[in-house]
C-alpha cells in the first residue's frame, strides 16, 4: 500500500512540475508524436468493424464463466484494482462483469525466470480452450495486421518469441503448451478480456517503454474515455476504436 502511494504521488509531482502543453481530446484517427519524432500513441477511431465486433461479443460471450470468477471482493480494492468488484459496473447487454488473461506460454506474475517456466493460462487450459482461440481468430489477424504498420519491430519479435516458445514446448514435451499455440492466432503472447470495468490511472510497470499495447472496445458504450494526462490527450474509447501505445510511458485510465 505505501509502494502505491509513492507512486500516485510521483506521479502526481511529475505533472505538476512538467504539465503538457495543452489538453487535447482526439475523436477522430491521429497519431501523437513526442518532440523526437517518435510515436506514441494511434488513435483508430471505427478500425474495428461490425462483424468483427461481432465476433469479438460472441468470444467474450465464451468467457462469462471464468470472467464471473474472477471479481475479487478483498476491503482493499487498491491491492487488486484489475479484477476488484467496486472497479466494476452492471452490464447492460448481459455480460459478465470481469477481468481474465488469456495466454499459451509467459512466466506468470512474480514467477520469473530462470526459477521458473512459462505457463499456460487456466483459462486456455480448460476444456473451452480451443474454442477461445479459434472465437479470436479474425480479430486477433486484424490486431496483428495493424502492429504490423505501428511498430514493425515489436511485430516481428512476437513471432520470433512464439516460435521460440514452441520450441522450448516440443523440448520439455509441454504438450498443452504447444497445442494452444498452434491454435494461438493473436501476434500478442497475451489477451486481456476485460468486461465493464473502470480503469485507474496507472502505468504497466512490468512492460518495456519500447513496446506498444493494442488496447479495443467493443459494445453500445458511447461515453467511454480514455486519459492519458502525462501526454494531455484524452481519446472517445467508443465501440470499434482501437489504440496502440506504450502502456509503460502513457500514463492512462478509462471511464
Known amino acids: 500500500m505505501k509502494v502505491r502511494k509513492k507512486i500516485a504521488g510521483r506521479e502526481e509531482f511529475l505533472l505538476t512540475r512538467y504539465p503538457p502543453d495543452h489538453e487535447i481530446i482526439l475523436e477522430r484517427p491521429a497519431v501523437v508524436l513526442n518532440k523526437f519524432g517518435l510515436i506514441v500513441l494511434w488513435y483508430l477511431p471505427g478500425a474495428i468493424d461490425a462483424a468483427i465486433q461481432n465476433d469479438m461479443l460472441l468470444a467474450t460471450m465464451m468467457m462469462l464463466g471464468p470472467l464471473g470468477k474472477s471479481i475479487t471482493r478483498g476491503t482493499s480494492p487498491k491491492d487488486t484494482w484489475r479484477t476488484h468488484k467496486s472497479n466494476f459496473q452492471i452490464s447492460e447487454h448481459g455480460l459478465t462483469s470481469g477481468c481474465i488473461n488469456l495466454l499459451p506460454g509467459w512466466f506468470l506474475q512474480g ?13 486456455l487450459k480448460s476444456d473451452d480452450g480451443a474454442a477461445y482461440c479459434w472465437a ?20 516481428w519479435s512476437s513471432l520470433t518469441t512464439q516460435l521460440g516458445l514452441g520450441v522450448w514446448a516440443d523440448t520439455h514435451q509441454t ?81
Open 136 to 155: 479470436m481468430c479474425r480479430p486477433a489477424a486484424l490486431v496483428a495486421a495493424a502492429l504490423r504498420v505501428m511498430h514493425s519491430g515489436l511485430y
Open 111 to 123: 514467477h520469473p525466470t530462470p526459477q521458473f517456466q512459462p505457463k499456460v493460462s487456466a483459462t
Open 175 to 255: 504438450q498443452i503448451m504447444g497445442t494452444r499455440l498452434r491454435e494461438w492466432a493473436s501476434v500478442f503472447t497475451v489477451v486481456a478480456v476485460m468486461c465493464n470495468r473502470y480503469t485507474p490511472l496507472h502505468r504497466d510497470a512490468l512492460s518495456r517503454t519500447q513496446w506498444f499495447d493494442i488496447m479495443t472496445s467493443v459494445g453500445g458504450n458511447t461515453s467511454a474515455r480514455m486519459k492519458m494526462p502525462n501526454i494531455g490527450i484524452e481519446i472517445a474509447y467508443n465501440a470499434g476504436v482501437m489504440a496502440g501505445a506504450s502502456g509503460r510511458i502513457v500514463r492512462h485510465g478509462v471511464n
